[in-house]
């Protein structure tokens, strides 16, 4: 597997929470270990990224993690279209 930053795993956690998940599916779609997982949860839901419900044991991506999500794929795209031109 090659390096990861932790932006795009960021953005692999948010993208997979858009559709209300569970830690488990979160984990094995991001290739992550366990506490690997715990923290990155963890910064997500203190910057708002990322909501939990206790009840159902589910994350949701918040708006402003679609916002970052959205942002992350433009950044995507441009430094795609960028160094194919060079």
């Known amino acids: 597997m090659k390096y990861r930053s932790r932006t795009e795993i ?3 956690i948010l993208d997979t929470a858009n559709r209300e998940t569970t830690k488990i599916k979160i984990m094995y779609n991001a290739y992550l270990s366990y506490n690997q997982l715990k923290e990155y949860l963890s910064i997500l839901i ?3 990224l990322l909501e939990y419900f206790e009840g159902a ?3 949701k991506t918040t708006e402003k993690g679609l916002n ?3 942002m992350y794929r433009e950044m995507a795209e441009l430094l795609k279209t960028s160094t194919e031109i060079e």
């Open 68 to 70: 970052f999500l959205k």
């Open 57 to 59: 044991r589910t994350y």
């Open 46 to 48: 203190e910057n708002n």
């Open 10 to 12: 960021t953005a692999i």
